[in-house]
């Protein structure tokens, strides 16, 4: 039996199966190619078959969820995933065809149970490469047609906006179910730690940590050449007289591997605020994320409200909001920082912008209460555009931050003004979501 194979003894999402819920994605550029396979050949350079390599770009056949920690050099576009996903190579008789990138979707499509976070240092496999008939897990689309589980022998060539060409895309979907225990997959033995959830959306009794579903679509470019009736992707070598030969198979062979190296607290924070909140998140994913530690309102009598679960912000009202530096800012890069905020117009329908100024530190919402002095409304550091629509919003303060973070301030004081002449409604930490600092 192949070594891949095992995995396909697990259960199968079933075909057609389509449902809402929270999700979120990352793209990664195409990184490099090897012989390696850090899962199924690990430190065994150039055993494995060829391999396209996306995401950390030290991945090779002697990464561990260590080594690529350590690296944290990535082509996602979410630099607090420097994880490693890798699929075989791709070919037809004109050639190698290089993967443009990949993107993959973290997906809660039948959210009947909640998910849990993916544990750092989990190693995943999904498909067969030794297959030759169409498999629920692996799926094929051409520019401009929809999914199918047949291979196609061709991709037509599209006009769009992107410009004139034809493109393949092959979908992997990797199990959801978790054995609670095991991150590293037993391939001497052909033990999965992983299977794929029950038609009902649960998981079955021997991996019962649910966790997202990856979906993993790599692109490859095929420029104006649309055919596809000689496309092979690789297969382990074979020795041959000393030689390791290089095998090919149909495009039915697809699969995919990954080994989980996000920054453990984005991820957390997309599975909580994404996945199990039923929200469509794209990549919006913090790098770094803190939580306001104190927020109160301050109303146009000067009252100060600390304990309501909205805070007001009307034209005689402040908001005032600070947040804990975080820590270890030079472990990842970041380029923006930004206040997120739970809020609405509650007057009308109209879109408008607050005022967002620095406000000073030396205050809480127990024993110390503010008042409206400590908003500095000589500095304004931002805005916060909204409508009537209830949703989270970042909005950038990204020089105030760098200059906080410059000054080696343990904390940050914002405070919101607004003189729109509307109500506006903001979640504070004791309501629906608590405000936060948001840096990616």
């Not at 104006?224 to 009736?229: C, E, H």
């Not at 000689?230 to 030969?245: E, R, Y």
Request: glycine share 6%.
């Amino acid at each position: 039996m192949s070594m891949r194979s095992a995995v396909c003894l697990m259960l199968f999402l079933p075909a057609g199966v389509a449902y809402a819920g929270g999700q979120f994605n990352v793209q990664c550029a195409y990184s490099h190619t090897l012989p390696d396979d850090a899962i199924v050949f690990p430190g065994q350079p150039g055993r494995a078959m060829v391999h396209d390599f996306f995401g950390n770009t030290g991945a090779d056949a002697y990464s561990t969820y260590y080594s690529l920690n350590d690296n944290k050099v990535t082509t996602c576009n979410a630099a607090a995933d420097p994880s490693s996903y890798w699929v075989p190579q791709l070919r037809r008789a004109s050639g190698i065809v290089v993967p443009s990138y990949q993107k993959t979707y973290y997906k809660n499509d039948q959210p009947v149970i909640p998910l849990h976070t993916i544990p750092a240092g989990l190693e995943m496999l999904a498909g067969d490469h030794r297959s030759s008939v169409p498999k629920p897990q692996i799926n094929y689309l051409c520019r401009g047609g929809s999914y199918t589980q047949i291979a196609p022998t061709s991709c037509p060539v599209v006009t769009d906006s992107s410009g004139t060409y034809a493109q393949l895309d092959i979908s992997v979907h990797f199990p959801d179910c978790w054995d609670g225990r095991t991150l590293v997959p037993n391939m001497a033995s052909h033990i999965m730690n992983m299977a794929y959830r029950q038609a009902d959306g649960k998981c079955p009794a021997a991996y019962p940590v649910k966790i997202p579903e990856l979906q993993l679509n790599v692109a490859y470019d095929l420029g104006q050449d649309p055919d596809l009736s000689t496309a092979q992707l690789s297969m382990d070598p074979i020795f041959v007289n000393g030689t390791w030969v290089p095998q090919w198979g149909s495009l039915y062979t697809a699969h995919a591997d990954f080994i989980n190296t996000w920054k453990t607290d984005s991820l957390q924070y997309a599975v909580d605020n994404c996945s199990n909140a039923n929200i469509a998140c794209s990549n919006s994913i913090p790098t770094y994320y803190s939580k306001a530690s104190a927020d109160v309102w301050v109303d146009g009598g000067g009252v100060t409200h600390a304990s309501d679960s909205t805070m007001t912000s009307d034209a005689g009202s402040v908001v005032l909001i600070k947040f804990p530096t975080p820590a270890n800012l030079k472990d990842y890069p970041y380029t923006n920082s930004y206040l997120q905020t739970l809020a609405q117009n509650v007057t009308d329908t109209s879109a408008v912008t607050l005022d967002i100024y620095a406000a000073s530190t030396n205050w809480d919402d127990t024993t110390h209460l503010p008042t409206a002095a400590v908003c500095n409304t000589n500095q304004r550091i931002g805005g916060i555009y909204l409508d009537n629509a209830l949703q989270p919003r970042i909005n950038d303060i990204t020089r105030y931050v760098a200059s906080q973070v410059a000054a080696g301030s343990s904390q940050m004081g914002v405070c919101i003004r607004n003189a729109t002449g509307r109500t506006i409604q903001i979640s504070s930490r004791d309501g629906a979501r608590t405000p936060a600092l948001f840096m990616k």
